[in-house]
DNA sequence: TGGGACGTTTCCACTGAGTGGAAGGATGCG
DNA sequence: CGCATCCTTCCACTCAGTGGAAACGTCCCA
């Protein structure tokens, strides 16, 4: 019987929770499941079977739980993902092969950068972005440039929000950012050095759609030692340019 | 007040439903999510304001809701896509570079092939495949890898789904499929003209995991014109090769 | 072979969360 | 200005959802 403090929560918020708990993409059972979503066992048990029964969710032989195709296809068709991704796609690689490192597209979430797409050559530098991880704004060369070309508001979180220092080159201070957001809104480009990975340095630049709003960012994340190499920045300024035309954008 | 008949679904069936509205990724009014989810206004207008709440769906300053970044985030983190998509890529590059036609990776979900990825020449033959859609297993060349390496059961209920004939040369009799099947199978890979697009030819092959099974498919589709040219199952059968390598496939 | 530790599944009586019709706004159009 | 369309809020009724507990399975170790 239903004696105790019943959940606060409502139904949806709680089928919400199991969503949540899959975010990381792994494979949970029941038990894990309900510590995470904080849910009764029983309550869990019942809610998991009705999202399987949906196909959200797949059980797996070993009674483990793992998101479903059902879930991934009705995620890629969310249109600004999917907008973006086909209009970048051949842009990013034509970059990918005249540079052979990585290559990112990326656009604002809150105060994070999510990186929609990220090709990369064989022996790029080994970083820590993959597609759908949000990374800070502060450290990344496209979380930069979309930082650049948000509004004062998310400036003032981004500082409110105790930025970090990954490396000595990660900018926290107000004053140093704000110098670099104005130069990277009159260069129309980010240059940096070991922001956020060592021994890698980043290029990057702002994606414009047809109301010339920044909606995107594109950049390059290659060895410090080819830091000298012009490609870079011009194919990221191009590629950049290019998907801004292939959105609709007019200069 | 709640006077007449109750509707039969749980809470849960009705935000599945909301889900499966925006299964095309259009953007949606309240009115038209209602009439596709089959809900109340009231309801449905609950209903949505709860998946906005979490993130799952936001609302447009026209009032029109769609998909959020939350459940792209989501579904691009199930395991096997991610999984296959990230060990697929470096080898689906290297084929569009030497093709610049389309590249495709796809998995068997039912009776469909899903596209996992799609890369694309800039001049490729029109297609109607695209990443996140499902297609029929008879009709593309990666849809009969899938089907000649699934078990007798799928066969069975591809023949009883009353197969369509898209193009003369799609195959839809059991006696034919059995042969173009066995075919697949002992060469390893499916060669096919027109089956599904005019004016192209496919080439397809599977992908194996550690276990050995086939978990998925690659294929190129090709203009008619170049179907003589033998970079395509060469370079279809490698990138196969490579992909389940890279899955932990010893042969 | 037995027992106990742990995870899963089922059961069921209680109750407040969810429901949806209707009324009230907001907006647009002729 | 009146009518049509769409969105939002309200509220009293009631049954869907709840979760503790008990039954069930499975594995491991002695």
Chains 1, 2 share one sequence.
Do not use: C
């Not at 929560?9 to 709680?14: E, F, L, M, N, P």
């Not at 656009?107 to 990374?135: C, H, N, Q, T, W």
């Not at 830091?227 to 292939?246: C, D, H, N, Y």
């Amino acid at each position: 019987m239903a004696g105790g403090a019943r959940d606060e929560r409502s139904v949806a918020d709680k089928l919400f929770a199991i969503a949540d708990a899959f975010a990381a993409g792994e494979e949970l059972t029941l038990s894990e499941v309900a510590a995470r979503a904080r849910l009764p066992l029983s309550t869990a048990h019942r809610l998991l079977g009705e999202w399987v029964e949906w196909g959200g969710l797949v059980r797996g032989d070993d009674g483990r739980y793992r998101l479903g195709m059902k879930l991934w296809r009705l995620g890629v068709r969310q249109p600004t993902a999917r907008r973006l991704r086909s209009a970048a796609l051949p842009y990013l690689e034509d970059l990918l092969e005249s540079t052979r490192e990585h290559v990112h597209l990326a656009v604002r979430d809150g105060l994070g950068a999510v990186y929609l797409e990220r090709l990369s050559g064989r022996d790029a530098v080994p970083v820590i972005s993959e597609v759908g991880s949000r990374l800070p704004l502060h450290a990344t060369g496209v979380g930069l440039v979309l930082l650049a070309h948000a509004g004062e508001d998310v400036l003032h979180e981004v500082l409110a929000s105790n930025p970090r220092k990954y490396l000595p080159n990660t900018l926290t201070e107000e004053r140093e950012l704000r110098i670099r957001l104005a130069e990277i809104r009159s260069l129309g480009l980010s240059q940096a050095v070991e922001e956020l990975t060592r021994g890698a340095f980043s290029v990057a630049a702002p994606v414009r759609d047809a109301s010339g709003e920044v909606v995107a960012a594109v950049s390059i994340i290659a060895h410090v030692e080819r830091r000298g190499e012009p490609q870079f920045a011009l194919g990221v300024r191009m590629a950049a340019r290019g998907i801004s035309t292939a959105l609709g954008w007019r200069p």
